[in-house]
């Protein structure tokens, strides 16, 4: 319509500037933690305790050896936050900024990237838990294992649609920030990350659902490199076609809606 | 007061322009151009609920009921037009628009019809102390809001001492936030606020607080601000400030722009006009 209500988003042009946003993440992260006596090792009792607990009490329960199990569930666990914290998360991102949004602070393609980069900020600080894991267990680290940095990748720029979508959907319909974390539960316990799925089963019930589980895939992307195992084309395929559907779809909705957000929170 | 600023900052938009388009624009360029501009924002309203007389309904309602949507239309058909160096400003009753006005042009809401031309930023003094951090230090604060404004770490490196300065903290700077005083604080969003200067300055009442002495000189920083900006919208109930600031004024009541004009006579048809002054709830 104008030189800038033609953008879809107020201020959309600013969002080239990830180092201004990494600044600001960072030094959020670092405050939440100011005054406690641990600081963000904090963060890290969350994750140790979980993998430490339920990874050799589920090793004993679905019979897989330690060494095998608990890096699965270390990779699959620290992985699993990060999809989880940006969906559930995506749930309330403008009604958390709605102060910054009516007082014209902060454009929602601002909020989008800060709440993104939070994640990864936390993401990134839990690896640690994996680096423990690893070094423990004395599990192998192959140039292969460098793959799944493609992995993490993709889930952080999926991130990027996946909260603008979700956010935009739910700043109109609250209903969804109440069923986001039940579904996640549900899918949790649905994706192989305390159990583990039978390699090399093909045509099996659990494989012909996995398949059917985008999750699945996405953390396949960052685990198997690290494990050691193959990835399918498969997952490859059912990656990157949500990447780029994610993206047609969220253009369209926000370009469509994203004016709206405003009135709506 | 105005007069002077306001040739001056005509003569400097008038150098900026390349030659060649002198031809086709022998005007100088508007700041802001809107154009019958309206918005009409969804209310969403419970359905009708008679809890006392019929607690069965309380049941029904849970499951059954339904919020209704409504349209309310907050701006109505509005076209404004800001010249360089000129400084509006807009009179009108609580809730007659005035702050949703200054929202549309910040590019916040955006309009439901009518286009909307900026010439520049357009950037809104309001909300100055949303993003202050209570856990950081006074140093640290300035650098957040600084990000926030959308400055390079160097660029704000460079404005610090004068903030610092000018907030009058001293070695506090160093401190956290929440072991500030009441007034310590609001220096500080004061000045982070106001360190840089705004192309077009959009007002939604004028700003200032504190004690006599800050005061004083906080309302010179504004009174800069304003001077150097290249133009002003600025919202207010004062009619002293408005005369002393501002080139012209609209009225606006409902959504609509009822007078343009000089200061003086939009005062005038605004006091004349009781039924302006009221104010309406706003219902379709």
């Given at each position: ?22 600044f ?45 199990f ?24 403008f ?8 007082q ?51 889930i ?49 019930f ?11 895939h ?48 | ?19 060649n ?23 969403f ?30 701006l109505d ?184 004009g ?23």
């Amino acid at each position: 319509m104008t030189a800038r209500t033609r953008s879809a988003a107020p201020g959309r042009a600013r969002v080239s500037r990830p180092l201004n946003f990494l600044f600001r993440v960072f030094f959020t992260f670092l405050l939440r933690y100011r005054r406690t006596a641990l600081g963000p090792i904090w963060a890290l009792i969350g994750p140790i305790v979980f993998v430490g607990t339920l990874g050799f009490l589920y090793s004993h329960i679905g019979n897989r050896p330690p060494t095998e199990f608990l890096p699965h569930i270390a990779v699959g666990f620290v992985t699993w936050n990060l999809i989880q914290s940006m969906i559930t998360g995506a749930g309330s991102v403008f009604h958390r900024g709605r102060a910054n949004i009516l007082q014209g602070q902060l454009p929602l393609d601002d909020l989008v990237m800060l709440e993104v980069m939070t994640n990864v900020v936390t993401f990134l600080h839990q690896c640690l838990v994996i680096v423990g894991v690893f070094i423990i267990f004395g599990t192998p680290f192959t140039w292969y294992s460098l793959l799944s940095l493609v992995g993490v990748a993709l889930i952080i720029i999926n991130g990027i649609w996946v909260v603008r979508l979700i956010g935009l959907v739910s700043a109109r319909y609250r209903d969804l920030a109440e069923v986001l974390p039940a579904v996640m539960r549900v899918v949790f316990l649905a994706t192989p990350i305390i159990w583990m799925q039978d390699r090399g089963a093909r045509g099996s019930f659990i494989s012909a659902f996995l398949t059917y589980n985008p999750f699945y895939h996405f953390l396949e992307l960052v685990r198997s490199p690290l494990l050691g195992h193959p990835i399918e084309p498969i997952t490859w395929i059912v990656t990157i076609s949500i990447t780029v559907l994610g993206f047609v779809i969220e253009g369209f909705v926000t370009a469509r809606y994203a004016r709206y957000v405003p009135l709506w929170v | 007061m105005p007069k002077p600023i306001e040739a001056s900052t005509d003569d400097a938009a008038e150098a900026e322009k390349p030659a060649n388009a002198q031809t086709i624009a022998p005007r100088v360029a508007p700041l802001i151009v809107a154009r019958n501009v309206t918005l009409q924002v969804p209310v969403f309203l419970p359905q009708e609920r008679q809890l006392l007389s019929n607690p069965l309904r309380l049941v029904t309602d849970l499951y059954l009921g339904r919020s209704k949507r409504v349209y309310t239309t907050l701006l109505d058909n509005v076209s404004v037009k800001l010249m360089p160096g000129e400084r509006l400003g807009l009179i009108g009753a609580n809730g007659a628009g005035k702050s949703t006005l200054l929202k549309v042009l910040t590019g916040i809401y955006q309009p439901s019809s009518g286009t909307l031309k900026i010439n520049g930023e357009a950037t809104g003094l309001f909300g100055i102390a949303l993003g202050m951090l209570n856990e950081a230090t006074g140093l640290e604060n300035i650098y957040m809001r600084g990000l926030q404004m959308g400055l390079t770490l160097k660029q704000i490196r460079a404005l610090i001492p004068e903030v610092i300065d000018f907030a009058e903290l001293e070695d506090a700077i160093e401190r956290p936030l929440s072991t500030y005083s009441a007034g310590m604080r609001l220096r500080l969003t004061l000045a982070v606020s106001t360190m840089i200067k705004p192309d077009i300055l959009l007002l939604d009442e004028w700003i200032g607080a504190g004690d006599e002495h800050f005061k004083t000189k906080f309302k010179q920083r504004m009174l800069d601000l304003v001077e150097s900006s290249r133009g002003m919208v600025l919202a207010t109930h004062s009619f002293n400030l408005m005369k002393a600031l501002c080139t012209r004024a609209l009225v606006l009541a409902e959504g609509r722009v009822v007078f343009s004009g000089p200061v003086d006579d939009a005062q005038q048809f605004y006091l004349e006009n009781a039924q302006l002054r009221r104010r309406k709830p706003r219902q379709e």
